[in-house]
């Protein structure tokens, strides 16, 4: 009977070791913070259409004052077309979109400095 109780004495020993090794190499998962998302700058198509824009609407807003012409940026040929648009880099909307905002800030700069200037 001691061998009995002896033998199943270690096998107990012997499986609650295993359970208790078991759990410690259990990998532990920590919550973490997703990456913040990426940030993008203005495509190419926008930083185009403002430069092209701004530049555009200062001139032709220096332009009007020299001219004495009213102050009316929605009624100039430039504003109206758009120029400078190339399909490759992204929608037409998105260009005259963009074009148009620069122009009307460019025109008032160019306007509003030459008023000054006399």
Same mark, same amino acid.
């Given at each position: ?39 993008? /700058? *203005?495509? @190419? ?6 430069? %092209?824009?701004?530049?555009? #609407?200062?001139?032709? &807003?220096? =332009? ?25 880099? /992204? *929608?037409? @909307? ?6 148009? %905002?620069?122009?009307?800030? #460019?025109?008032?700069? &160019?306007? =509003? ?6």
């Amino acid at each position: 009977m001691s061998l009995i109780r002896t033998a199943t004495t270690v096998s107990l020993a012997l499986a609650a070791m295993l359970a208790l090794t078991g759990c410690a190499s259990q990998p532990r998962y920590v919550a973490v913070a997703p990456p913040p998302p990426p940030t993008y /700058g *203005p495509g @190419p198509i926008v930083q185009i259409a403002q430069q %092209n824009g701004f530049r555009d #609407g200062q001139h032709d &807003g220096a =332009r009007d004052l020299v001219q004495r012409a009213a102050y009316r940026p929605q009624y100039d040929r430039r504003y109206a077309t758009t120029p400078g648009y190339d399909g490759r880099l /992204g *929608p037409y @909307p998105v260009y005259r979109d963009t074009y148009r %905002n620069a122009y009307l800030r #460019g025109y008032n700069s &160019g306007f =509003r400095r030459a008023e000054g200037a006399y």
